[in-house]
């Protein structure tokens, strides 16, 4: 199988190069896809393809950039990369060897901070409930998943997805532009009967949202209130009384989100900005 390993840059040039350097020994062609980013990231990178965005296409955008590079350079399967995330020895391997008949095939992912911590083995996602809180084994130990489980959402900071099933599925939705792009996906490949998978025989480390201010920043928060709002209107519509409530336990579970922390006012204010932008139907960048 022919791996192609598509890395989004949006600044943070020395975590990229560290996320290159982390595939050398990996089995996997790399191309960085860069998404004009002002810190000098694309000239910095050196030994492998780097297409250099004219404006910042968002997450989804720029992985469909890569995504369409790596399929016309004849790749089986590509390897949706974050550029603050570094591959553990073995990882890609052990994802190709899963990947066989699934939608996507995703590692654990430990925190960069603590490598034995779990951030992501896996996630549930009801559309029809909203919010759906912490990842599958946030925060346990990394040496309690061995097996190979289902999920119902991939996680876009790393995801092995084979040829066939990009080719049934499509593309990213880039009008989400950044945030829920992966629940989107992920929802429309479990429509197909496609499986998602998490393998915790491969892992990688993940800064967790290094190009956006991390998890709870205002700009985090915007595109998560906003999204997560329309994916759950696309994929399970309600009645008034259903759609209202769906509405509301997201906005509180944000809202307490914001609540923690410093900048809460800007916090907050993302939130409503979220909420207007969706009620007016406005996607892509904010």
């Known amino acids: 199988m022919k791996v192609t390993a598509v890395v989004l840059s949006w600044n943070g040039c020395e975590d990229t190069i560290a996320c290159i350097r982390s595939l050398e020994a990996e089995d996997a062609e790399v191309i960085v896809v860069d998404n004009a980013s002002e810190d000098g990231s694309a000239g910095a990178i050196s030994g492998v393809p780097v297409i250099r965005n004219e404006r910042n296409l968002g997450y989804a955008g720029g992985m469909n950039v890569g995504i369409r590079a790596a399929l016309e350079r004849g790749a089986d399967a590509v390897l949706l990369l974050n550029n603050d995330v570094v591959v553990e020895p073995g990882a890609v391997a052990a994802l190709a060897a899963a990947s066989e008949g699934a939608a996507a095939v995703c590692p654990l992912i ?21 919010y759906q809180g ?27 997805i084979p040829r066939p099933a990009l080719e049934r599925v499509g593309p990213l939705d880039e009008s989400l532009f950044a945030y829920q792009e992966d629940t989107d996906w992920s929802l429309r490949a479990r429509s197909l009967g496609l499986p998602l998978l ?36 696309r994929h399970a519509p309600l009645g008034v009384l259903g759609t209202w409530r769906r509405h509301l336990v997201v906005l509180l579970a944000f809202t307490a989100q914001a609540l923690r922390g410093r900048n809460r006012l800007a916090k907050l204010r993302a939130i409503r900005d979220g909420w207007r932008d969706f009620r007016r139907g406005r996607l892509g960048p904010r």
């Open 198 to 233: 998490v393998v915790p025989a491969a892992r990688v480390r993940h800064r967790v949202s290094a190009t956006t201010g991390g998890e709870g920043s205002p700009a985090a928060l915007y595109y998560s209130v906003r999204n997560t709002l329309d994916v759950c209107e």
């Open 110 to 130: 430990t925190f960069a901070s603590d490598s034995e911590t779990v951030w992501y083995a896996g996630a549930a996602f009801n559309p029809k409930r909203g």
């Open 134 to 160: 912490r990842h599958r084994g946030y925060g346990e130990p990394a040496s309690r998943f061995s097996a190979t489980q289902e999920t119902e959402r991939a996680c876009g900071a790393a995801m092995l």
